[in-house]
C-alpha cells in the first residue's frame, strides 16, 4: 500500500483482504478527512483495475446512479423508423436497444467486459433510505432488471467500497451485507508518516511539527476537527511559504487551511494558540 | 492463496457463539449473521496470529467505534486465554460455512403494554378554553379532552416537500422515460406528458425533554404532545433527561396514542432511572447526547426541540458548549419553557441563559395554544 502513496495499518489491510476474499462489501465509516475515500482509489491501483465512483446526494435516484435512456436519440430514431415503414413492435425493439441506454455508475460496475473495477459508492450516508434499500437488493444478487431489456447480471462481480461519514445511521441490513471498518484519525507516528510520503520537500523537522500540532488541536473541542487532508494542506501551504519549521507568524498566516469554522479559528487565538504551539514545538524548538 | 474448514481445529463455531453472546449481554449488537461472517472471516486469516484474529472479528462483527472498548475488553477475556492454537494449514480444503446454531437473538425493543381502556370523553367543555388553560390547572377530565386535542393538532402538522422526484397526476416536472413509453402507445405521439414532482416529506424530530422534579406538572402534557408528533413524523427520536439521559423512543415507540400510555411509560422510567423527578444537570445530559448521538441522530434537515424549564444546579459552561455543537449541526432549535408562558418571564435561569443564543425560537409550552403556535415552526 505504501508504495501506491498510502500509509496503512495492519487493521485496513486485514479489511480489505477479507472483503476482497470473502467477496463482500467494505462500508468503512469515519470523519471527514481520515481517507475513506483515499482507500478505495488506492484497493483500485493495488488490484490494477477501474475505480468507478458514485457520489451519494439527497434525492439521488435510479436514473442518475444505474441507467437511464438516451431520449434524444430515441425520438430522433423514432422519427426515421417512421419513414421507413416499420411496424411499433419493431421500432419498439429498435430503440430500447443497448445502444440507446446510457450506463450510470452501478449499471457500468456491473457491465465491465473484462475485469472487475473497484465500486466506490461514497457517502451513503447523504442518499435517503429509500436508495439505501435499492442498493441493498444491488448488492446481494449484482443484476439489474431493466424491463424493456431484461435482466443484466455482472460479468465480474465488481470490489464494492461504501462510505459514510456518520452524519445519520447507516440501516441495519445494509450493515450486515457488508464488512465493517471505522476509520479514525491518523496517530501522530502514523501522521508524520503520511507527511514524509506525501509532501517530502517538508522537511523532518516542520512534518514533525506540524504533525504534533495537528494532534494538539484534535484533542481541543473542535466544530470541525481537520483530517489528513487538512494536515497535508498545511504543509503544503508552509513549504509554499518557505517555512521550515512552525512559530506563531507562520500558523497564524496559514492556519485557514486547518481550520475551517469561524468558531474554531476565535477560540484558538491567543493563549490557546501559543500553548498548541508550545506543544508542537517542545521537542525540535529548543535544540532549533 | 485458498482457506481451510476452521471444522478441523477446535469448535470455532461454538466459540464465536458464545463471544457474540458476551458482547450481546453487554449491548453489543451482533447478529447471527455477524458471528457467520466471523466464521468465514476466520477461515481466511492466521489464527496463530491473536492480533489478527482480532481484527478481523472486529471487521466481521462490524463494531462501531462505541462499542470497540468493550469489544476489546470480552475479547481479551474470552478468546482463547491461552496461547492461540497452532497455525492451521491454509492450503487445503474449501471454504465451509458452518452456522452457529442455538444462539438466539435477543428481542431488542422493551414491550411496552399497548391495551389500555380507551376514554373518549371529548368535548364538554369548549376547546377554546381549554386551549387557553395551563396544564398544572387542568382538572382530570378537562386532561384528558386536552390529550384527545394534542392528538389532532400534531396532525394537523405540516409537511415540507422532499428532494426527490415520484410521480404524480397534477404539475411537475415532465419525465420523459414515462412519457416516452406512453408516446409509443401512441404511435410516437407525445398525447400525454408524464410527470414528476416532490413528495411532501415527513418532518425530522429530535425531542429532549426535562423530566425532573420542577417539570412535573408540565411533564405529562409535553410528552403526550411528543408522542403525537411521533405518530405523524416516524422519523422523530425521543430523548428524556434529568440528572441522566434515557433514550425513550422505543418505550413510546410506534404505538397508537391511548390514554395510558403516557402515564405507564412515566412510571415506567420512574422505575427504571434513579434519581427520577429529581434534579436536573442539563449541562451534563447535553453533552452525553452530543458525544453519543449527535452524530448519527441529528443532521442538517433535523429539527431540534427542547423541553425544559431551563431551571439547573449544574455547571453552565457544558450547556453552551454543547448547545453550540446541537446549533452546528441541526436545522434549528426550538426551546419549549413552560414558565416562559407568563408574561413577567425572562430567561435568567443561569442554564437557559447559556444556552439561549444557540436557540432559534424560545417559546412557551404551558398551554395548548402556546403547542398549536408551535406546529408550523416544526418544517420550516
Redesign the interface.
Known amino acids: 500500500m505504501e508504495r501506491e502513496g498510502y500509509i496503512g495499518d ?2 485496513i489491510a ?2 480489505l ?2 472483503s476482497r ?2 467477496r ?1 462489501p467494505l ?1 468503512i ?1 469515519g470523519d471527514a478527512g481520515v481517507g475513506k475515500t483515499e482507500i478505495a482509489k488506492v484497493l483500485a491501483r493495488l488490484l490494477d483495475t477501474e475505480l468507478i465512483r458514485l457520489q451519494c446526494y ?2 439521488l ?1 435510479v ?1 442518475t446512479s444505474l441507467y ?2 438516451n ?1 434524444q436519440r ?2 430522433l430514431r ?2 426515421l423508423a ?1 419513414g421507413e415503414g416499420k411496424s ?1 413492435g419493431e ?2 425493439d429498435l430503440i430500447f436497444g443497448r445502444d440507446y441506454l446510457l450506463e450510470r455508475p452501478l449499471l457500468r460496475a456491473i457491465t465491465r467486459p473484462t475485469q472487475a473495477p473497484v465500486l466506490l459508492i461514497d457517502e451513503i450516508d447523504r442518499a ?1 433510505d ?1 436508495f439505501e434499500a435499492f442498493l441493498l437488493e444491488l448488492l446481494s444478487d449484482f443484476q439489474v432488471t431493466i424491463p424493456e431489456i431484461g435482466t443484466i447480471r455482472a460479468r465480474h462481480v465488481p470490489y464494492v467500497v461504501l462510505t459514510s461519514n ?4 447507516i440501516g ?1 441490513a445494509l ?2 451485507r ?5 476509520l ?1 484519525h491518523p496517530s501522530l507516528e502514523k501522521e508524520v508518516r503520511i507527511l514524509n510520503l506525501r509532501v517530502p520537500q517538508a522537511g523532518a523537522r516542520l512534518s514533525a511539527e506540524v504533525g504534533r500540532f495537528v494532534q494538539a488541536l484534535r484533542s481541543r ?1 473542535l ?1 470541525k476537527t481537520p483530517g489528513v487532508a487538512e494536515t497535508l494542506d498545511w504543509a503544503q501551504a508552509l513549504v509554499r511559504l518557505d517555512r521550515d519549521h512552525l512559530d506563531r507568524e507562520a500558523v497564524e498566516e496559514t492556519l485557514g487551511c486547518l481550520l475551517k469554522d469561524q ?1 474554531d479559528l476565535r477560540d484558538l487565538s491567543g493563549a490557546a494558540l501559543e500553548d498548541t504551539l508550545a506543544v508542537a514545538t517542545l521537542a525540535t524548538g529548543a535544540a532549533g | ?1 485458498n ?1 481451510a474448514a476452521p471444522a478441523a481445529g477446535p469448535d470455532w463455531a461454538g466459540h464465536l457463539a458464545r463471544f457474540g453472546r458476551a458482547l450481546r449481554e453487554r449491548g453489543v ?1 451482533v ?1 447471527l ?2 458471528e457467520a ?1 466471523g466464521l ?2 476466520l477461515t ?2 492466521d489464527l496463530g496470529d491473536r ?2 484474529v482480532r ?2 472479528l ?8 462505541h462499542d ?1 472498548a468493550v469489544f476489546d475488553e470480552l475479547f481479551e477475556k474470552l478468546w482463547m486465554p491461552q496461547a492461540g492454537p497452532p497455525r492451521i494449514s491454509r492450503a487445503l480444503g474449501t471454504v465451509s460455512r458452518p452456522r452457529s446454531g442455538g444462539v438466539r437473538r435477543e428481542a431488542e425493543a422493551v414491550e411496552v403494554d399497548a391495551a389500555a381502556p380507551s376514554g373518549e370523553e371529548v368535548g364538554y367543555s369548549p376547546d377554546a378554553v381549554l386551549r387557553k388553560k395551563p396544564f398544572d390547572e387542568c382538572a382530570p377530565e378537562e386532561l384528558r379532552a386536552m390529550e384527545n386535542l394534542i392528538a389532532r393538532l400534531a396532525l394537523r402538522l405540516a409537511t415540507r416537500k ?4 415520484v410521480p404524480t397526476r397534477g404539475r411537475g416536472l415532465v419525465d ?2 414515462r412519457s ?1 413509453r406512453r408516446a ?1 402507445a401512441h ?2 405521439e407525445f398525447l400525454l406528458l408524464a410527470r414528476r414532482a416532490r413528495p411532501l416529506e415527513q418532518p425530522r424530530l429530535l425531542v429532549l425533554c426535562d423530566t425532573s422534579g420542577s417539570m412535573d406538572p408540565h411533564v405529562r402534557f409535553l410528552l403526550q404532545f411528543v408522542v403525537a408528533l411521533g405518530r405523524v413524523a416516524p422519523k422523530a427520536e425521543i430523548f428524556a433527561f434529568n440528572t441522566s439521559l434515557v433514550r425513550i423512543t422505543p418505550l413510546l415507540g410506534r404505538k397508537a396514542l391511548s390514554p395510558g400510555l403516557i402515564e405507564r411509560t412515566l412510571a415506567r422510567l420512574a422505575a427504571e432511572v434513579p434519581d427520577w423527578s429529581g434534579g436536573t444537570r442539563i449541562g451534563e445530559c447535553l453533552r452525553e447526547f452530543v458525544d453519543r448521538h449527535l ?3 441529528v ?2 434537515r433535523t429539527v431540534v426541540l427542547i423541553l425544559s424549564d431551563g431551571l439547573d444546579r449544574g455547571d453552565v459552561e457544558p450547556v453552551a ?1 454543547a448547545m ?2 446541537l446549533a ?1 449541526r441541526a436545522k434549528s432549535i426550538l426551546w419549549l419553557n413552560p414558565l416562559a408562558g407568563d408574561a413577567r418571564y425572562e430567561p435568567a435561569a443561569r442554564a437557559m441563559a447559556a444556552a439561549l443564543p444557540y436557540v432559534s425560537r424560545l417559546l412557551p409550552a404551558h398551554n395548548l395554544e402556546s403547542l398549536e403556535r408551535l406546529v408550523p415552526l416544526l418544517t420550516l
Open positions: 495492519p487493521t486485514t479489511a483482504y477479507l476474499e470473502m463482500r462500508l465509516e439527497e434525492g435516484d436514473a437511464e435512456w431520449y430515441q425520438m423514432l422519427r417512421e411499433a421500432i419498439e435517503d429509500g456518520r452524519t445519520r445511521e441495519d450493515r450486515r457488508c464488512l465493517y471498518l471505522y479514525d473541542r466544530q468558531n | 492463496m482457506a449488537r447478529a449473521s455477524d461472517d468465514e472471516a481466511w486469516i492480533d489478527e481484527r478481523a472486529s471487521v466481521a462483527f462490524k463494531i462501531r467505534p470497540r422532499s428532494r426527490r422526484l420523459l422515460r416516452f409509443l404511435g410516437g452524530a448519527t441522530r443532521d442538517h458548549e453550540r455543537a452546528d
